[in-house]
């Protein structure tokens, strides 16, 4: 059997810890993990190279809370690795340790869920919204023209608007808004999650407006399944592989709560026996979207929804994605 293709990039968790406590954030119900050490942080970076996957996107948890972060992203940046990162942008005094760099080599993105601090600081449940203009403001300088992002929550949507003021101002020219992901079966998050077609009506209604701003979106890949493969259920285990601080790999970030999807383990198990586990077969290998919304608009270019939510609240992994209905 001809081997499947090597994924495009590797989603890093290098730590679970945090300094914010967002409202939307399923990362805070996370299994406390030990960090990443720099040394593994370096051999992952030596599989990835022996391997030729291209991009390294490091999430968390709060990267730079790893005092070793910013010497790590410089080794990977000149061994040609294109390096995302994501920050709450807490760390301002950090952004100066990437003067020199360019966004060719580098994209910085930084969290702003309010356009004042009390918005931001409320939903965050921290005291960074300076913090992280200052940060934004040091990228812009520097030329690294940041990505500035924004989970898009029933709470958030009225401030977008502002948002978009605020960064035109600070001469950002890249902005992201994000579908949140419901993976809490908390009454609150519930209520505060927007389903897909009104996630996607408003993002076309804020990009319309906002013409000298580059905004784009950050969403399931299985609600478009015609930026997937023919016959691919999503992106993960695909076009991806998820590494959590203690080498865990999964499928996607989303899975990390799941032992059943897990494929073994990036600095102990050879590469060949994660790519080819036989769990990976249900993202590989779609059907017919069986999502039983058949009166949903959307429902011909989709692939049924994301099957770590299903799974997550309980469906068959077919099932429709809870962020299909109406919140």
Not at 64 to 91: C, D, Q, R, Y
Not at 291 to 318: I, R
Request: include cysteine; aromatic fraction near 10%.
């Amino acid at each position: 059997m001809k081997p499947f293709p090597l994924p495009q990039f590797i989603q890093l968790y290098p730590t679970t810890r945090c300094n914010q406590d967002c409202a939307f954030c399923f990362n805070a119900s996370s299994e406390s993990l030990r960090d990443l050490t720099h040394e593994n942080a370096l051999n992952l970076l030596d599989i990835m190279l022996k391997l030729g996957i291209p991009d390294l996107d490091i999430m968390g948890g709060e990267p730079f809370l790893l005092p070793w972060m910013p010497s790590f992203l410089h080794t990977a940046t000149k061994e040609g690795i294109m390096v995302n990162i994501s920050t709450n942008g807490s760390f301002p005094a950090v952004m100066e340790k990437f003067r020199g760099l360019s966004p060719a080599q580098i994209n910085i993105g930084i969290s702003l869920e309010g356009s004042a601090a009390q918005a931001h600081n409320r939903i965050t449940n921290a005291d960074n919204f300076a913090k992280a203009l200052s940060s934004i403001s040091s990228l812009v300088s520097m030329g690294l023209n940041p990505i500035v992002k924004t989970v898009v929550t029933v709470a958030t949507m009225q401030d977008v608007q502002s948002i978009v003021h605020l960064l035109r101002e600070m001469g950002v020219k890249r902005y992201y808004l994000i579908h949140m992901d419901l993976l809490s079966k908390a009454y609150g998050s519930r209520q505060s999650v927007v389903s897909y077609p009104d996630f996607l009506d408003f993002f076309y209604a804020v990009r319309s407006a906002n013409t000298s701003l580059q905004i784009n979106r950050v969403n399931a890949s299985c609600f478009e399944k015609q930026t997937l493969p023919k016959g691919i259920r999503c992106a993960g285990g695909v076009r991806k592989l998820s590494v959590m601080p203690d080498g865990s790999v999964y499928p996607c970030n989303l899975f990390q709560h799941a032992p059943e999807f897990r494929l073994g383990n990036i600095f102990t198990d050879p590469f060949s026996a994660i790519w080819s586990s036989s769990k990976l077969n249900y993202f590989r290998i779609s059907g017919e979207n069986r999502c039983s919304s058949q009166t949903c608009l959307k429902h011909s270019s989709c692939t049924g929804g994301c099957p770590a939510h299903a799974f997550f609240h309980g469906y068959d992994q077919q099932g429709t994605d809870i962020r299909c209905r109406s919140s």
